[in-house]
Every structure is written in structure tokens, then in C-alpha cells.
């Protein structure tokens, strides 16, 4: 990336001493309007478990996500193969007492193994 800097503002205004050019900044650009969310989705599925194996030390089996139903239509995880499994009742994991309403949501996961059940259900 070149940045084009008139004349008079390469000089030191402190010093008057002209300023040296250095490095180079370069930088990949994705064009995200025209990919799909669900593309996007598949490849950070594909990505995230070696992540994940790097930072904590396993891999996880199943990912899971909540989408706004009042406002979105979830219609990217399932372009994506996300599978919705249900809702929410509209609290948050902090309301014991019913007092904090949120917005209800659709729940989406996404097996990243075959066996997640198993694995999931196992003492171990």
C-alpha cells in the first residue's frame, strides 16, 4: 500500500530534515460482500477445532451459536448445514428470578465430528 504524501508534509517539522521512506505495508483484501455468509461459516468450522488444539490443548466436537428469531432468520447456518435445534425461552443464564427478559432465540449447532453424541455423553 503506497500512501501519497504531498511535498511539504515530508519534511520534519521539528527538525526540517526530510523524511526517509521505509518498509513496505502490504495487506490480502477479501472482497466480503460478495462471498456468502454460509462460505465463510464452513471455513471457519474447518478452521476452528486446529485452532482451538493449538490454544487449549483439544478439539472441539460441536459448535453452537444463537440467532436473534425476532430479527434474523438463520438463514446463513442453514445454507451452512447448521442444524437448528430448538429456542430459547428468552433469560439469560444469569435470571434466576425471571426478571431480566432477553430476546428469544433460535439455537444452531454444527457437528464437527461424527461421533459427537458419543463423545459428548461419555464420563471421560
Known sequence: MIHDVPDNERI????G???AAFGEE???QID???LPASYIL??????????WQLAYGYQPVLL????????????SYR???WIRVGQT??????????????????????????????ILASPD
Open 89 to 118: 425461552k428468552g433469560r439469560g443464564k444469569l435470571d434466576r428470578y425471571n426478571q431480566y427478559a432477553l430476546s428469544v432465540t433460535d439455537v444452531y449447532l454444527y457437528p464437527l465430528h461424527r461421533n459427537y453424541r458419543s
Open 12 to 15: 520534519c517539522s521539528g527538525c
Open 79 to 81: 445454507a451452512a448445514n
Open 42 to 51: 464452513s471455513r471457519v468450522a474447518r478452521r476452528l477445532p486446529g485452532d
Open 32 to 34: 466480503w460482500q460478495v
Open 26 to 28: 502490504t495487506s490480502d
Open 64 to 75: 453452537e451459536t444463537f440467532v436473534e428469531s425476532a430479527r434474523f432468520t438463520g438463514a
Open 17 to 19: 530534515a526530510p523524511y
